[in-house]
């Protein structure tokens, strides 16, 4: 469960709060932030966070999670049972090149960004990989730097928060975390 879903204070939530929290979110296709979810309800944000908690809780050890990303909230399938949906689904996994996670890594923590700073670092020419991630609508244009050429600078989008199941950019990790996540493997 999130660390933003405050302890629900007095009563749990109503069955009936949760059964349409449930039904917004599992209708959404998407994210949907906590005061959407309250405006839809005409209920108080309060009340939608602590319908958000008991969902969450009651989705521990399902098939099926709540989880905070993009700024929103979604149901998710559990990332352990993403075999046997891709086969009943007849699909392929979505990958990601080296290259393409390469250049998604250094703009989201570079960001804005431009192509020719994202290419120094790489040290290689990054201008189709930044062409696929903008047409698979990972990347966006974040405007123009104010230097000669006004060449273009570029972001991450909400897609890219939701493919990494991301809240937002603060949950990357640090730098510290990942070396320690190097040193484990």
């Known amino acids: 469960m999130s660390d933003n879903l405050l302890p629900f204070p007095g009563n749990e939530p109503s069955d009936g709060l949760c059964a349409a929290l449930e039904a917004l979110l599992f209708a959404s296709g998407g994210p949907v932030s906590s ?107 974040a405007g123009r730097k104010a230097e000669p050429g006004r060449p273009l600078m570029y972001g991450t989008t909400r897609a890219f928060l939701e493919m990494f199941a991301l809240s937002d950019l603060r949950d990357l990790p640090t730098l510290r975390e990942r070396e320690e996540l190097e040193e484990d493997v």
């Open 35 to 141: 005061r959407n979810l309250a405006e839809a309800l005409d209920v108080e944000h309060a009340d939608v966070l602590g319908g958000l908690a008991a969902l969450s809780r009651g989705y521990e050890d399902r098939g099926i999670e709540l989880l905070e990303i993009a700024g929103g909230w979604q149901l998710r399938t559990r990332p352990e049972h993403a075999g046997a949906i891709l086969k009943l689904m007849g699909q392929r996994p979505s990958r990601l090149s080296r290259a393409a996670l390469e250049v998604l890594s250094v703009v989201a923590y570079k960001q804005p960004v431009t192509r020719s700073e994202v290419e120094q670092l790489r040290g290689v020419d990054s201008g189709g990989v930044m062409r696929t991630l903008l047409g698979r609508g990972l990347l966006r244009v």
